[in-house]
């Protein structure tokens, strides 16, 4: 394997995982002194909420490559597998070196690698998690790809480059790329296929899940064929996702958390459940240009709450007014959520203003559990709102007593302002 060929290979692999996932959740190599040089540290890292993995690529030359017989390119790709293997295994235990030093090294997400220096460092993390139970994703690329077993290992993932991209794109998340790997581990020599039949052992994966009637299955397929039967939902979705790199605000008076742990949030979603959403975040925008004012509603991300909020910039041009009454409407659903489903996490909302241009605007907040909101500014946010149910996902305005003083803050009774006839 030529020093150039391997490094392409390399970072064909971290791209494609990063173009399809989340960038800044596929990292490059760590690397370490030794002695007057460094060495690197694996040839990748995946590294998300869910855990992380080792990625370690193997690449044949095409023009040696299509030279090879089956038995050639057979006994290249067992020697550089092994190989792989060994390397990933260690890239493991040097990481857990350093951070028994105390030392933890520190990785560089892709999308951080084209910043300067000090604009880079900003986007460093700390690899001080245990890594002892990652799995290494060895991944081979070579032009040939004969029918061939690889040995069986509970902490190894083989994929070719080609499987290693119909991979990505058909999860669409590097939480459920993890995900994936794991459960074919877990499952041992029954989900066993050849290299280079991903193919075949992803649909076999899907028509179970599409199969299982039992009482506790999920309702959402976490293995599915959704992002090629629903690619414009998906896009949609993953907007939210891209538009996080984008300059965007998070000064809602909230407690905002950081970039990353929106991004988890967003990402930790099978490909299925991002079509549902994506469906309705296309809705909300069709509904958006036709009545040419504001829309809102909620959607669930497994178990999660997302909130979503958009408007024309010339029907919200006070960008703080803007911000705050996201921050608002997020904080009341998180406590709407608290009080009928008993789940006191994190909350996200997503504020979009569209301008008659082509600039879009994404403002994100992550609003915690123990949120508080006063009796008026609730009854307020409810009849501009409405009141969340969260079987149907719809939301109604609350029914108001004619002698009450109207909600939207006239200080007014209700029978002389909102309830006139």
Request: aromatic share 8%; net charge positive; charged share 25%.
């Amino acid at each position: 394997m030529s020093s150039s060929h391997g490094d392409a290979a390399e970072r064909r692999a971290s791209r494609v995982a990063a173009m399809l996932g989340v960038p800044e959740f596929v990292y490059g190599q760590p690397v370490v002194p030794t002695g007057s040089g460094i060495r690197e540290v694996g040839d990748g890292i995946l590294l998300c909420g869910f855990g992380g993995a080792i990625l370690q690529v193997k690449a044949r030359g095409r023009r040696e490559g299509l030279a090879d017989s089956d038995d050639a390119a057979c006994r290249w790709i067992r020697k550089h597998s092994a190989k792989a293997v060994r390397q990933g295994r260690g890239s493991k235990r040097t990481i857990t070196s350093f951070q028994t030093r105390g030392n933890p090294l520190t990785a560089v997400p892709v999308r951080s690698m084209v910043l300067s220096g000090d604009q880079r460092k900003q986007f460093h993390v700390r690899l001080d998690e245990d890594c002892s139970d990652w799995p290494v994703i060895v991944v081979i690329a070579h032009p040939r790809t004969p029918e061939l077993i690889l040995p069986f290992h509970d902490d190894v993932f083989y994929v070719t480059m080609e499987d290693w991209h119909l991979l990505n794109h058909h999860l669409r998340s590097v939480h459920e790329v993890l995900r994936y790997v794991r459960l074919v581990l877990e499952n041992g020599s029954t989900l066993e296929v050849p290299l280079g039949r991903e193919g075949l052992r992803f649909r076999a994966l899907a028509s179970m899940y599409l199969n299982d009637d039992r009482p506790h299955r999920s309702s959402v397929a976490p293995i599915s064929f959704a992002a090629v039967h629903a690619p414009s939902a998906v896009a949609a979705y993953r907007d939210l996702i891209d538009k996080t790199a984008a300059e965007n605000d998070d000064s809602t008076g909230f407690v905002a958390t950081d970039y990353r742990e929106i991004l988890d949030y967003l990402d930790d979603v099978p490909a299925a459940v991002q079509a549902n959403v994506g469906q309705r975040l296309m809705r909300w925008h069709d509904e958006l240009q036709s009545t040419r004012s504001m829309v809102s509603g909620s959607a669930l991300l497994k178990d999660r709450l997302l909130v979503y909020m958009a408007d024309f910039d010339s029907n919200q041009p006070d960008k703080k007014k803007w911000l705050a009454t996201l921050g608002m409407l997020t904080a009341l659903r998180q406590i709407e959520w608290s009080e009928r489903v008993s789940k006191s996490g994190a909350v996200l909302g997503v504020g979009v203003r569209f301008s008659d241009g082509d600039l879009v605007e994404y403002s994100y907040i992550l609003v915690r559990g123990g949120s508080k909101i006063s009796t008026q500014d609730r009854r307020r946010l409810e009849w501009a709102f409405g009141v969340s149910n969260f079987s149907t996902f719809h939301a109604r305005r609350p029914r108001v007593a004619r002698n009450e003083l109207c909600p939207c803050g006239s200080s007014l009774k209700y029978k002389r302002c909102h309830g006139r006839r």
